[in-house]
Structure formats: C-alpha cells, structure tokens
C-alpha cells in the first residue's frame, strides 16, 4: 500500500523503495503507557470497547467534544458515580459517531488495526457496528489474540511501561520470571514525588519512606530514598526516566537552599513559586543521578494538567483533560545545559506540546548540547501532518542523529504497530523528497529510515546496553 506517501509519484515511488528497508524492522517502544499488568497476566481481552475505547483518551476526548460524557463511554469514576458497563452500547455509540473522526489519527490507527490485527474490512458505522463488534470479539477468544502473542505477532523488541517510584513492580517480577523482562521494561517516573502541588504529596513522600526504610523527613534522606528506588527500577531493566513538569524549568540550589524549600513543601507552607521552584530544581538533583546510574532523562514539559476541572473531579487524572500550553525551552533549560549538557554521561530526549518552539529552539539546543535529543511529536502532534512538520522544522538545525526515532506514547497495546508504520511511511515520504530534490543520495535514505526506525531508538535510549 503506498497510503500516506508523497502524491507526487516520483517521490511516491522512492519512498515505497526506502519504506522496505524499514517496514520489517523490530518496533523499539521506548515510552509509553502501557499497563505492565496486561502482558504479566496475558488474559485475554474483555471486549471490543474495553479494547479500543475505554482507555483512550484520544477517543474518549472526541466524543465528550460533542457533548457524550465519559460517563456514557465506560471511563471509570472516582466520585461512586454510574457508568455505562455494556460493552456493546459503548461500541455502538463510538459506531454512531464515527464521523466525528475523520480526518484525525485515531481514524487512521484504528482503522490500521481492524485491518492488519484483526482482518476486518468493513468501514464502522450504525449498520455495521454489531457484525464488527462480533467478529472482533470472536477473535479476542482465541489464543493467538491474547497480549504476548500478540507482542510477538507485532515484532515488539523492547516495550518501555512508566512506573511511579511507589510502584512495587509486582507485573515486571512475574514477566521476568517467564523469561520476559528484556522485552518489558519499566520506567522511572517520579512526578508524584517531586511535585508539592499534586494533592497528597506528603502522604506519598512518607510512602516513599516506608518502603525504602529511609527518613525522608529530611531532604538528603528524601534524595537516598529516591536513589535507592532507581536502583530497584534499574535492576528491574529501566534505562531511562520520564519527567512530565508543567514548564522546562530547571533551578540549581545549594544543599541548604533545598533543604529549606524541602521542609517548606513537606510542611505545607510552600506556595506555587516555591513548588515550581522545588520542581526545577529536583530535574538537577535527577541530572546528576542520572551521571551516576546511566538512566536517560525524558523531559515533557508543557502540558496543562486537568484543565478540564469537572472532568477531573469526576473521572480523574489521564482521560482527556488535559491542554497544551506554550514553553520556554532556552531559558527554562539553561541551568542544567550550563552544568552537564557538555557531559557525555547524560542524555536528555526532550519532548514539546509547543511546536512553535521546534524551528526557534529545540532544533538549535538539540544542534548544541551534547546531551539533548528531539523526542517524537507526542500526544497532540503524532499525526501525519504533526510527523511531517517535525521533520521539516528541525533537520535543517539538528539534523537527524540529533533525534531519538519514534515513540508511540501510547496506552491503547493494539494501536502500536499502526503508530510506528505511520511513522516510518511519514519519514519514507520526508527521506524521498530529499532524494528527489538531489539533497541526499538514495543509499544514505535507505541508511537514514533505518536508524530512524531502529536503530538510533535503541542507541539514545542505551537498550543496547552499550
């Protein structure tokens, strides 16, 4: 199929040539939110609507646009609220409004994977909902349908799930046991720990405590217990960690200043330009962890949390609420790059919500900074156009071997391969247009979505282990 590739057909035809050379490559899946539980167990699927719809937020958010409230949509509330518990009314409802998605990439991924996951090729709609419902669940029952062999059937390589430092990795213990903790790693991601502003912050520090055995009442015991966690997670198979900040602030202190903001915080007196400050300074305090133990820092700032306050109040965090808001990288960044961008231990894949700042800033900091790579448009930017843009906005600045390949950031397990395949035909349609322009010759292309694909993902990300 050559969907996605350039309309021009000379360029359309050379994209299809260096698609091949990355079409069968092994998916390399550094960051995403997939629940570690789902492969640990290996039950089969409920249903079609706990597969495609209930945890996707990208869907769930479309549809409560036009007024369907999550409620409707099987989302889980934590008011004691009802919600709809039929698997088949929630897909009938997502049939009905199918519309609503054309043109968006949850079309186009969903679609991908009624087609090449599950074999279905009628089009979604009121009158086919049910026989699509069917034929999908049909095949849930199957063995050949549960999570790992479905892992398998996707060429996953390496899937990366994100963990909070309080999570006893229970389901990463029961998939290394079965032989599989080099396929499904965790990730340490410690927002809920070094955020004063996140409700129940001090109940979560003394958690902390608890299980490391470590007074964390203090600042440098708060720092061991976190350290000590990072190792677990580390000998658990983490190579990196994930910090989702509100802004790209970083803050060097001294040990008394931290240690002053700290019992401010933990004692409840500390305000939002004390929790920002606090915030800015820990991704200081994770840099030089991350010099000692080798985790990569993914850093995505920029996101609006729970900009949707009824939604919060009634669903909670994660299910669509959340808006992206403009970021200062430059000055934000410049305390840490001015203390280890030089150093060749750290590696940072920085992330953006704000393309505005592709072209003006992160291009040019990844060009500079040892230390930095680009991160995939994410979230509101991995579509096709958004894809497209990035590469067209940074290579001329930071090249390619400044970024970091392709992350699918994503909780919907089925969707990866569709994710990756549109990326990797993106790129093919980017690449051939430089062939095509004589800016880059035909074998470097092919060298080029390669390492796109594969090979720089495994590299950035150290699960080479080199």
């Known amino acids: 199929m050559t969907h996605l590739f350039p309309s021009d057909p000379t360029q359309r035809r050379i994209a ?18 997939v629940d570690p539980a789902l492969l640990a167990d290996d039950t089969p699927f409920p249903d079609p ?10 869907v769930t958010r479309m549809l409560a646009s036009q007024g369907i409230p999550q409620s409707r ?8 609220s009802a919600v709809e518990t039929d698997g088949r009314a929630i897909w009938r409802l997502l049939a009905e409004n199918w519309h609503l998605f054309r043109g968006t990439p949850s079309r186009l991924w969903t679609e991908k994977v009624f087609r090449e996951v599950f074999g279905v090729e009628k089009r979604l709609g009121r009158t086919t909902a049910d026989a699509i419902y069917d034929e999908i669940s049909d095949k849930l029952r199957h063995p050949d349908y549960r999570p790992r062999a479905l ?61 490391t055995g470590t007074d964390v009442g203090t600042y440098p015991g708060f720092l061991t217990a976190l350290r000590a966690r990072r190792e677990l997670f580390i000998a658990a198979g983490a190579t990196s960690s994930d910090h989702g900040h509100p802004t790209a602030a970083t803050l060097v202190l001294d040990d008394g200043e931290a240690a002053v903001l700290y019992r401010k915080a933990l004692g409840g007196g500390a305000d939002a330009r004390d929790a920002e400050a606090f915030r800015a300074h820990m991704l200081i305090e994770f840099a030089r962890m991350s010099l000692d133990d080798g985790l990569v820092m993914q850093l995505h700032p920029g996101s609006v949390r729970n900009h949707d306050v009824a939604l919060h109040r009634k669903h909670g965090r994660d299910v669509g609420g959340d808006i992206p808001s ?3 990288y430059v000055n934000g960044l410049r305390p840490l790059l001015d203390a280890y961008g030089h150093d060749p231990r750290l590696r940072i894949v920085l992330y953006t919500l704000d393309e505005t700042t592709f072209t003006r800033e992160l291009a040019p900091l990844a060009g500079g900074y040892p230390a930095l790579y680009l991160g995939a448009p994410w979230w509101f930017l991995d579509s096709p156009e958004g894809l ?24 919907a397990f089925c969707s990866i391969p569709a994710r990756h395949d549109v990326a990797r035909r993106i790129d093919a349609g980017f690449l051939a247009r430089l ?13 080029t979505i390669a390492d796109l694909a594969y090979h720089l993902p495994k590299r950035v990300f150290r699960l080479d282990r080199s």
């Open 435 to 447: 062939v095509a322009e004589d800016r880059l010759p035909l074998d470097e292309a092919a060298e």
């Open 49 to 58: 609507a706990r597969l495609f719809v209930v945890p996707d937020h990208y």
């Open 73 to 80: 949509l099987g989302v889980p509330s934590i008011d004691g």
């Open 326 to 328: 403009a970021t200062d």
């Open 151 to 211: 892992f398998t059937r996707f060429n996953i390589e390496v899937l990366a799930t994100t963990e909070s430092p309080l999570d006893e990795l229970t389901a990463h213990a029961k998939l290394a046991a079965d032989g599989w903790g080099d396929r499904v790693i965790t990730t340490f991601r410690p927002d809920n720990l070094v955020d004063p502003e996140w409700p129940g912050w001090p109940e979560r520090v003394a958690a902390l405590g608890e299980l």
């Open 16 to 33: 299809g040539e260096l698609y091949q050379h990355a079409k069968d490559l092994p998916l390399i899946s550094p960051h995403g939110h």
């Open 388 to 411: 497209r843009r990035f590469r067209e906005t940074v290579t001329e600045s930071a090249g390619f071997y400044n970024t970091a390949g392709f992350a699918d950031d994503t909780r």
